[in-house]
């Protein structure tokens, strides 16, 4: 069975940082564009990274460019989003996602079930 399972979640102070991994089964994350997107209540989920199948080339939204950075592990078959300097607007649900290239950015077609992160004093 085909599935993502996202952890790592978690409360942080501003300023400080978190890693979320991202575990497939079924399938291999190297076969597959893999991305980071969230969600706060009430709003469209938001894109914030990618990682490309082949070469492992990442792209950043602008929100999260030189605060978060996208790698995976292919041994572990797990995709990490290492996000650091969390500000509370980075305050969402959490989703990876098996993806495809969209422009400069990707679209999720296969969803974990999220982590939640809160940035907050």
């Known amino acids: 069975q085909e599935q993502l399972v996202e952890s790592g979640g978690g409360l942080v102070q501003p300023g400080g940082s978190l890693r979320l991994s991202c575990t497939a089964s079924?399938?291999?994350?190297?076969?597959?564009?893999i991305g980071w997107f969230r969600q706060v209540p009430g709003k469209e989920r938001e894109w914030t990274s990618c990682?490309?199948?082949?070469?492992?080339?990442?792209i950043y939204g602008d929100s999260v460019q030189g605060r978060f950075r996208i790698s995976r592990d292919v041994a572990r078959n797990t995709v990490y989003l290492q996000m650091d300097n969390l500000q509370p607007e980075d305050t969402a649900v959490y989703y990876c996602?098996?993806?495809?290239?969209?422009?400069?950015?990707?679209?999720?077609?296969?969803w974990g079930q999220g982590t939640p992160v809160f940035v907050s004093s």
């Open positions: 996602a098996a993806a495809k290239w969209l422009g400069s950015s990707c679209r999720g077609h296969f």
């Open positions: 079924g399938f291999t994350v190297e076969g597959h564009v």
């Open positions: 990682i490309d199948e082949n070469d492992g080339k990442t």
